[in-house]
């Protein structure tokens, strides 16, 4: 904050430069990078370490990463089905990235860079990219088939089909702008109450019994964010593995 | 879990253990089998209010939204000023409907009875059906 007696709650998604790469315009290194970078890095240690010594009858970690398996792989199986689970590694990895970041979130200082909304639309255009590349490589032309509902008589087509091109366009907005404005919401409601405490606290002992109840407020927010964020990770997976499955079986 | 039911040529010098053991891993594929062959049973619907409020909210606006983008983009292109703007951002209203209407179909159906966990959706059940 660079007041320290004004409370600014945005101040938390400045972007910082670490250091640039190539000068001026050039790639820039910023806290946001750095957080992706640590979210990685994370589950890779993570993961790794976990499976590491793998044995028949599982450690602490390695349970933790055989549930964390077996929960994304049954939300692909039953979104998509057996076929679905050549996509598996996609989607667990898209799980366990915004699992991580959103959770990175919730250590103070800590950046969220789920908060930015060009990281999840990233995120939703390659799912998107996947969707249409596999289901054209797959489907050949009757991925299109997505687009015209059955049973529908030829005369509504010409309403029908833009609708369903305008849905089907709608699905990365949706997809990435659901993550981005929990997560962004969220932090800020948090930062909000915290600095109600801040302010009431200033004004004597009457402010000082006033803010204990944004204190436990925000206590209450904490529990609720870190439930949103699991949330979040969870319905970005299950809508990809959904997606998937559009692209498997093209048809309503 | 279905018990015994010898299946797939044991040979009957193996012993019990083995042999039950067969028995329950061949039970647990076809199970296994038969939850694969039905996709998209599952969806978020375990989700708190607020998240679900959330998914309706922007699928609804993400439509309206592309559709108001799609338009202003055939204007620029082709010139007709106002038009592409106004049939498309109705095409688009519609859009956000039928993908509201999808959502809380799938919702729906992914929770017969609702578990008890949603307050609002139970007490609608009860008028509905």
Redesign the interface.
């Known amino acids: 904050m660079a007041d320290p007696n004004k409370v600014d709650p945005i101040h938390q998604f400045g972007l910082t430069n670490i250091f640039s790469l190539g000068g001026e315009g050039g790639f820039a290194f910023t806290n946001s990078a750095l957080f992706m970078v640590l979210t990685v890095g994370l589950i890779v240690i993570f993961l790794l370490g976990s499976t590491a010594g793998r044995r028949l009858v599982p450690g602490r970690a390695q349970v933790v990463s055989e549930l964390l398996y077996d929960f994304v792989a049954n939300m692909v199986k039953g979104a998509a089905g057996s076929e679905g689970m050549k996509f598996f590694p996609f989607v667990f990895s898209l799980f366990m990235f915004v699992l991580m970041a959103n959770m990175f979130g919730m250590i103070p200082f800590f950046f969220t860079t789920t908060s930015h909304i060009i990281v999840p639309a990233a995120l939703a255009i390659l799912v998107f990219v996947v969707v249409i590349g596999y289901g054209l490589y797959r489907n050949g032309f009757k991925f299109f088939k997505l687009f015209v509902p059955a049973g529908v008589p030829g005369y509504v087509l010409p309403i029908v089909v833009p609708i369903e091109v305008v849905s089907f366009l709608s699905r990365p907005i949706s997809l990435s702008v659901r993550l981005f404005a929990n997560i962004l919401a969220g932090h800020i409601t948090l930062k909000v109450f915290a600095g109600f405490i801040y302010s009431l606290g200033s004004l004597g002992v009457l402010g000082f019994l006033g803010a204990s109840l944004p204190l436990i407020m925000t206590v209450a927010i904490t529990a609720l964010e870190f439930l949103v964020a699991a949330l979040q990770a969870y319905v970005f997976a299950v809508l990809t593995s959904m997606y998937i499955n559009d692209a498997i079986h093209p048809s309503h | 879990m279905p018990k015994p039911q010898d299946t797939e040529g044991q040979p009957d010098s193996a012993k019990g253990v083995t042999r039950d053991l067969a028995s329950r891993i061949a039970s647990a594929q076809r199970e296994r ?1 038969v ?10 619907s375990d ?2 209010g ?2 679900r409020g ?2 309706i909210g ?2 609804f ?3 309206i ?3 108001a983008g ?1 338009g202003y983009l055939v204007d620029l292109g082709l010139g007709t000023r106002p038009w592409g703007l106004l049939i ?1 951002l109705l ?2 209203f ?3 409907i ?2 509201v209407i999808r959502v809380v179909t799938q919702m729906n159906k992914a929770a017969p009875p609702p578990p008890g966990s949603d307050l609002g959706s139970s007490a609608d059940d009860e008028d509905d059906n």
């Open positions: 089998n939850e694969a062959n039905r996709a998209s049973n599952m969806s978020p989700m708190s607020m998240a959330m998914r922007t699928e606006i993400a439509a939204l592309v559709g799609l498309l095409v688009g519609a859009a956000g039928l993908n």
